[in-house]
């Protein structure tokens, strides 16, 4: 990982690390918020699944998985996840964009979707 400068600019890697996190045949893996201490998570996707790695601190930025859980409405291969804030209520809702069909499951308040 490469931290940009105050001019906005890439100089030298900031941060490595040797895991086995999200390397497994089929997965993604994406950075986002997913629990809104305004740090990027690391949010591994396969189909029917996901993985999160909550950021900490720089020095300790992802120790290993916090969580994760089944997720049959994004489960067809091919199929894309992402999350975001889609009805303007500040939490990460999980978005799956299938071949034929959008699907979105919002964020609740206890924090299930």
């Known amino acids: 990982m490469d931290y940009a400068n105050t001019l906005g600019r890439f100089a030298t890697t900031d ?3 040797s895991t086995s996190f999200c390397t497994h045949s089929d ?3 994406r ?10 998570d690391w949010i591994c996707h396969d189909p ?3 993985w999160v790695d909550y950021a900490g601190p720089v020095s300790q930025l992802f ?16 199929d894309q996840l992402e999350l ?5 209520d500040s939490r990460q ?4 964009k299938g071949r034929s069909a959008l699907n979105v499951r919002y964020s609740l308040l206890d924090g299930t979707y």
Do not use: E, K, Y
């Not at 809702?93 to 799956?96: K, L």
């Open 15 to 17: 941060w490595t690390s």
């Open 27 to 29: 997965a993604t893996t």
């Open 31 to 40: 950075f986002t918020d997913a629990n809104g201490d305004g740090r990027a």
């Open 48 to 50: 029917g699944r996901i």
């Open 63 to 78: 120790q290993g998985l916090n969580w994760h859980r089944d997720i049959p409405f994004c489960a067809a291969p091919g």
């Open 84 to 88: 975001m804030d889609m009805n303007g």
């Open 93 to 96: 809702d999980f978005v799956c």
